[in-house]
């Protein structure tokens, strides 16, 4: 082993984290290079995106949370979440700092670069995308570590191949790989959560003022990048020391004083996100997205985890043997199994509990949980580690499987081959999978008669749409151009009753 790195990662295993984060880098590189579809991909567009980087922007460039400068350049989003704030005048900012204020580095040194250090240039956008990578390399390297610290609890031997392969499965057998390709905080929030789990399950029973001040700014960075990540500190110290007062109420003294500590800096840490609700909205605390954004009781926890709207278990199946691992796990590790079930389930009601964002608008996957993702690589792991070599071989086929599952279904998004936030159908969710072809007919053909439509020439649109559907059948797409093709004309009782069949032939 490794010891001068780490005891529980090992040579090979840094190696692999060290090959699977160039691997993401040069995919990156290359995907915006090659521009499927003519789209590259090193670029800041979309709402959240664009707010990320003009956060960073401006902290970097003019020390405040105004973006009016920023979005001159960006363009500002159509959002009723980014409208002006009538309390202070500002544009709304609404989501958590902690990514923007890690990828400020990275933008100062692109900016250093660049012809024209405007902090918009080629280089401050590639550094700033190359942080995506580097915040998984790091989240993988964590996993790794945690991977090995349970292990070593289980009292199992060293696998390296096995924990090499679990945190494989990870990156592309969930849509951790999709999201370093978008500047979101998504990458950071699996980053993070996985150093604080890892530090977390090191340091648990230990009393070092210095370690649990160290896990303390760890934390409150975690919250930081993602505000739900609070619930993690709540679940695993926090019930972790209850369990411990309610075995050993004596030991209380001798604890108390590093965890108070770690509780202090975490606050701190956590501090310049109170400034900016401040600055931006006028109010120390509040939910930025509004006061009905969160409702009780969850009515849509089933939606999250089995619809086909982007629900975790359908488009990211894999997800679902990680929790049933940490489910098999808990005979064998009674408290961290519970912890990180509770911890996941906890995350689904909340998610649950938003009525116009539980599928995550726009989102290839539930995204909002990617920061569980390393409780569902501790899942995964145990499953590998408590069968026979010849079941964990069937094991792997099926994680193969689910990976190329996954990867199919991020073409399809990522070239609107499925509608975004819609139910989908049987064809969309299984057939186009394997005949990716006829996918992209469709969306040719969708594109040709929008097209035809927008010059006026409805007529030839109604015939592009009538031969696509012959030739490779409905898309929800396709045919709503149909209907728009034929507003006022014969055919608009037929594109209406085309339009509410395909309805019912949604999923749930």
Known sequence: MAGGVNRAVGRVELA????????????????????????????????????????????????????????????????????TVEATGLPASPWPIGFPLLQAPLLALGTLLDAEQDGFGPWARHLYFVGLSLQIGVGLFFLLRLLGDVRRALGLAASPVVSLGVVALVLFGTNLFYYAFFAMSH??????????????????????????????????????????????????????????????????RARAGSRLAAAAVAAVVFAPQLVQWQQVYGSWMLVPQGQDFV?????????????????????TPLTGFGVAGLALAVRRLPLLATQALLAISLQVLLIGSLPVAWFNPDSFGIRMLIATLPLVGVGLAVLAWTVTPRVRLGMALVGLLLVVWTGLFAVQFALDLVPPDERLTARELFVDKVRLDQAWGRKRAQVAAARLVESGQASEAVAVVRSALTRVGPG?????????????????????????????????
């Open 16 to 83: 692999g984290v060290v090959a699977l984060t160039l691997l993401l880098l040069g995919t990156l590189l290359a995907i915006d290079r090659l521009a499927p579809d003519g789209r590259t991909f090193i670029k800041v567009v979309g709402i959240d995106s664009r707010n990320y980087y003009a956060v960073t922007h401006s902290v970097l460039f003019d020390r405040d949370f105004d973006l009016t400068n920023q979005y001159e350049v960006l363009g500002r989003p159509e959002s009723e979440w980014l409208a």
């Open 295 to 315: 409702q009780w009781p969850p009515r849509h926890v089933l939606d999250v985890l089995l619809s086909t709207r982007h629900g975790w278990f359908v488009w």
């Open 476 to 508: 929800l797409q396709l045919v709503d151009v149909l209907v728009d093709a034929c507003q006022g004309a014969d055919c608009a009782e037929e594109a209406a009753e085309l339009r509410a069949r395909f309805e019912e032939r949604r999923l749930p």
């Open 187 to 252: 990458a950071a929030s699996f980053c993070m959560s996985a150093a604080f789990l890892s530090c977390w399950f090191r340091l648990r029973d230990d009393r070092r003022l210095g370690a649990w001040m160290g896990l303390g700014a760890l934390a409150g960075l975690m919250v930081l990048v993602r505000w739900q990540s609070a619930l993690f500190v709540l679940v695993f110290p926090g019930l972790h020391e209850l369990a411990r007062l309610v075995r050993e109420p004596s030991a209380l």
